[in-house]
């Protein structure tokens, strides 16, 4: 039974209250059992029995609950950094998709890679986020389109899984249609519904499944259709929603109970009514939105609405190359005008919540998982405005430690 103690503030990041209440306690200590939580509270409260434990030392350092990374598209192979220049030259995602370049470079890249090299290129990515103080990482498919690349990316995740020690999510993501079927829409939408799905849910490949809705993906009928067949195999929903115009993916999301909207640029406010009446969780993605020069989602207006955010990275190859959380973060304050704390609970909490995993993750109180980030920080606002590379001390999940240093 270990206890962590001279913790300078504890963010323990409760549910309960506004977004910006991460229920801090100065001073402070924690104790688990079993990977779990049994007592979190100021280190002067600390009940008699626990007093003999063996300690480990946070050094008055901040202690958040282990981040988490709610949407990624993390296994993928090649890159697409030319197009960052052709964006700013002023060539759109959707005319640089048209010519051949976006998601389809992408899926012919990942395509074309082996199991195997996708698998040990992902590790280091994974290694890279637990440095960052990230404890679970959602990770969508996508990048492979047809029946084979699909099953194939998300058995990589599952190998993934079973290889370190961060806990990952898999999602099946609808992302477009692939080349081969440009002239057999129809049949595509047939192939996701009655043979796709059915053989993610029969494998358990998946706990979600994700729609691009969106001018050159699927349209809202088609994301619908899509999402109802998967929410009937059991899998959980999400929506890419409203990111590049505002076409109704807010209120599908919450008509249909979705875990999660993501994206949200250009969300309307019959949208925004919509994830507050559903619960659904807005995931806000800083990073993509300043690449592709694209208006703020605003996060103000979900927060002022009661709308639970989640910040996340949407790392990916095309608009966010930056495999960093933290830098996602740093940069939601002054871009999304959410303070240090709101962010704090976005990629705690609110993240776990748009991965239906806030009952175990997310917090640090009884009964949770011990996934605790120790920080070189005394607080929020001087860990994401005095933004370094290498802030995170030491990161530890169900108790155990996975990186090095810190306690």
Same mark, same amino acid.
């Given at each position: ?6 913790? !300078? ?10 977004? !910006? ?8 200590? =924690? ?9 979190? !509270? ?10 003999? %434990? ?20 993390? /296994? ?25 370049? $976006? ?20 590790? !280091? ?5 637990? %440095? ?11 990048? @492979? ?47 996701? +519904? ?10 358990? %490949?998946?706990?979600?499944?994700? +729609? ?8 809202? @009928? ?5 999402? *109802? ?14 990111? %590049?115009?505002?076409? $109704? ?24 009514? *919509? ?14 939105? =300043? ?14 609405? @009661? /709308? ?43 993240? *776990? ?13 009884? @009964?949770?998982? *011990? ?37």
């Amino acid at each position: 039974m270990p206890i962590l103690r001279n913790i !300078g503030l504890l963010a323990t990041c409760r549910a309960a209250g506004a977004q !910006g209440e991460i229920h801090a306690i100065a001073k402070a200590a =924690l104790v688990w059992r079993a990977g779990v939580v049994l007592w979190a !509270g100021r280190e002067r409260d600390l009940p008699r029995g626990y007093h003999a %434990l063996s300690a480990m030392d946070a050094g008055k350092r901040l202690v958040i609950p282990g981040l988490v990374d709610c949407h990624t598209h993390l /296994v993928f192979g090649g890159w697409r950094f030319p197009e960052f220049s052709q964006r700013l030259l002023g060539r759109s995602y959707l005319e640089i998709a048209r010519a051949g370049g $976006g998601l389809l470079s992408t899926a012919a890249a990942t395509r074309g890679a082996t199991a195997s090299a996708l698998v040990n290129r992902a590790h !280091g990515f994974l290694r890279a986020l637990a %440095l960052q103080g990230v404890t679970c990482v959602e990770i969508k498919s996508g990048y @492979g389109l047809l029946p084979e690349a699909e099953m194939k990316i998300l058995k990589v995740i599952r190998e993934l899984a079973a290889r370190q020690p961060l806990r990952l999510v898999p999602t099946f993501l609808a992302h477009a249609v692939p080349a081969e079927y440009r002239q057999r829409r129809g049949a595509y939408l047939r192939l996701l +519904v009655e043979e796709m799905l059915p053989a993610v849910a029969r494998g358990k %490949l998946a706990d979600f499944c994700d +729609v691009f809705m969106e001018k050159g993906a699927f349209t809202r @009928g088609e994301a619908g259709r899509i999402l *109802a067949a998967a929410g009937r195999l059991g899998l959980g929903l999400k929506l890419h929603a409203d990111q %590049l115009s505002s076409g $109704g993916g807010a209120e599908l999301a919450g008509a249909l109970g979705a875990a999660s909207a993501d994206h949200l640029e250009y969300v309307s406010a019959q949208g925004i009514r *919509a994830l507050k009446r559903a619960g659904t969780v807005a995931a806000l993605l800083p990073l993509p939105c =300043l690449h592709l020069g694209l208006q703020p989602p605003p996060a103000r207006r979900f927060i002022e609405a @009661g /709308v639970p955010v989640a910040v996340a990275s949407d790392f990916n190859p095309g608009t966010n190359p930056a495999c960093h959380l933290p830098y996602a973060l740093a940069l939601a304050v002054p871009l999304l005008r959410m303070t240090p704390a709101e962010v704090l609970k976005g990629a705690t909490i609110h993240a *776990a919540r748009a991965l239906r995993r806030d009952h175990v993750l997310g917090s640090l109180e009884p @009964g949770k998982s *011990a996934d605790f980030s120790i920080l070189e920080a005394e607080s929020p606002e001087e860990w994401l405005l005095g933004f370094r590379e290498n802030s995170c001390a030491a990161t530890t999940i169900a108790g155990r430690r996975v990186t090095p240093g810190g306690t």
